[in-house]
């Protein structure tokens, strides 16, 4: 099955400022999804990345303030733009299984913005 | 609408005995269930996937059941470890796309 490496794994942010989060797949993917994890709550999609065309988001999430950028079936960005505390979260990436229906995730990016 | 509950207390069992999490679904017939584990810090880690016409699914020493009637899935972990203890957390697809719909997560302490 696929690897991600995902960067930065942790990151602390002034509010009004924007992150990067990188993932790097070690296999060619049609699809990536980017989810967020709040304390307290379930993984939350966020959009899902195709190569070569608009990432789709989930209701409650708009481009300006996440947005994801897919130049190669390998590679992915996900930006978190004029944040604010309300964004801190662990943020990760993921892709189907090759093999099945299950999904591999990256290690994750816990974001505080303070 | 569509939901996933797992039993949002902690799970404290000893070293050696079976360790059962719950998982209950409501609003919709998922296609499948999936089971994750995660460890602090780190993202889910895929354990297994059943059907919704599979009774069991076994793997190694992890085992799943899907009772359609009842709405549940449970996950099974027999001669449990120390090294079993995390988060474990359940997830189905919401209809025909390959979204997840996920539970909270039920945490698993296995005291040595």
């Known amino acids: 099955s696929a690897v991600i490496s995902q960067k930065p794994s942790r990151d602390i942010c002034q509010r009004g400022t924007s992150l990067t989060i990188q993932c790097q797949v070690d296999?060619?993917?049609?699809?990536m999804f980017w989810y967020r994890q709040q304390p307290g709550q379930s993984l939350t999609l966020i959009a899902t990345?195709?190569?070569?065309?608009?990432?789709?988001?989930e209701s409650g999430f708009v481009i300006d303030k996440f947005p994801i950028s897919r130049p190669n079936l390998t590679f992915s960005t996900l930006t978190v733009s004029n944040m604010s505390p309300e964004d801190s979260s662990i943020y990760l990436c993921?892709?189907?299984?090759?093999?099945?229906?299950?999904?591999?995730f990256g290690s994750g990016t816990r974001l505080t913005v303070v | 609408s569509q939901k996933i509950e797992q039993n949002s207390e902690a799970l404290n069992i000893q070293e050696g005995k079976t360790a059962t999490l719950t998982c209950n679904y409501t609003?919709?017939?998922?296609?499948?269930l999936q089971w994750y584990r995660q460890d602090p810090g780190r993202g889910p880690v895929f354990l297994l996937l059943?059907?919704?016409n599979e009774k069991e699914k076994r793997k190694e020493r992890l085992k799943v059941t899907f009772d359609t009637t009842l709405k549940q899935s449970l996950f099974h972990i027999t001669a449990s470890q120390p090294a079993d203890s995390a988060t474990y957390l359940c997830?189905?697809?919401?209809?025909?796309?390959?979204?997840?719909?996920w539970g909270l997560g039920t945490s698993l302490a296995v005291n040595p």
């Open positions: 993921s892709v189907p299984l090759i093999e099945g229906y299950g999904y591999t």
């Open positions: 296999s060619q993917v049609t699809m």
């Open positions: 990345a195709n190569q070569g065309s608009e990432a789709t988001y």
């Open positions: 609003n919709y017939s998922p296609a499948y």
């Open positions: 059943i059907r919704e």
């Open positions: 997830a189905s697809n919401a209809g025909n796309n390959r979204k997840l719909i």
